[in-house]
């Protein structure tokens, strides 16, 4: 998890491992228990991910989002894709246990990640619709560029984050590409509500609240994912995720070292035999 995306929990396979002390039978309840949450857990994300493409279909055909983030994910998709083949493929014995998280946090991870999601995609989302039903044609296209690229962000996380295909590197790079780019779409957010837009003087106390709400936001969401980006994934997201991929790669060398030496051996045994 990257440390915005609430809705991006991956697809976890259940865990056949019986427990020592348990039974079969019970454990096959347990199991089934488990499939059933699951099933509803992973049925809410489906729920997600087709919001998350109909949020991208919207502001794709509503002419409010520049070619240049419009065609960012087509890049960034093609990047990754690219990296996961030839720079940082998936290792082969790892790809078939499933993926898991990259990092782990404890309860203020959790509410740090629920911040950065009510920060980033639900009050964008309610200015936007706010904006609409306001007429306030300004605040709509200075948010939209925003919630367009962190939707595209929340959706590829959701999905490379459940399958084996990439390796952790190529999951890691995932946010950190996603958030520089949209960095510099708040700058213009912020640009643009702060310095290009201006209240009428005799302005309503409702106008002045909706300014003043659109100012905070914009400014909150640039505050945040610069500390997201500085504070957390350079310097802890990105080299766990590296770590970890190279310490998989050395564990794999060492296993094929060992299954060659114990077939040396089990050939020089045989070759003894024979001469005996």
Not at 112 to 122: K, R
Not at 124 to 130: E, F, K, M, Q, S
Request: net charge neutral; proline share 6%; charged share 15%.
């Amino acid at each position: 998890m990257s440390g915005v995306s609430l809705a991006v929990a991956p697809r976890s396979e259940p865990d056949l491992t019986i427990p020592p002390g348990t039974e079969p039978h019970h454990h096959h309840l347990h199991q089934q228990q488990q499939q059933t949450v699951m099933g509803g857990v992973m049925g809410s994300l489906r729920v997600i991910e087709l919001q998350l493409v109909a949020f991208i279909m919207v502001f794709s055909v509503s002419g409010l989002v520049p070619i240049i983030d419009l065609v960012f994910p087509a890049f960034t998709s093609a990047y990754l894709l690219a990296l996961s083949r030839f720079a940082f493929p998936t290792h082969g014995n790892v790809a078939s246990g499933g993926t898991q998280e990259l990092f782990e946090g404890g309860k203020l991870f959790r509410l740090y990640v629920v911040v950065g999601t009510t920060i980033g995609l639900f009050l964008p989302l309610a200015y936007v619709l706010g904006g609409f039903a306001r007429g306030d044609d300004h605040a709509v296209r200075s948010a939209t560029p925003h919630l367009f690229l962190l939707s595209f962000q929340i959706l590829t996380e959701n999905i490379i984050s459940g399958l084996s295909l990439f390796s952790p590197p190529v999951r890691a790079l995932v946010p950190m590409l996603y958030t520089v780019r949209r960095i510099f779409v708040i700058i213009d957010w912020v640009i643009d509500v702060w310095i290009n837009k201006t209240l009428p003087a005799t302005a309503h106390y409702k106008d002045i609240a909706w300014f003043w709400f659109g100012r905070s936001l914009a400014l909150s969401n640039m505050v945040y994912f610069s500390i997201n980006l500085l504070v957390f994934l350079i310097p802890k997201f990105l080299p766990r995720a590296f770590e970890r991929y190279f310490r998989e790669r050395e564990e794999i060398h060492a296993k094929m070292e060992e299954d060659k030496l114990s077939a040396a051996a089990n050939e020089s045994q045989q070759e003894d035999k024979k001469t005996d």
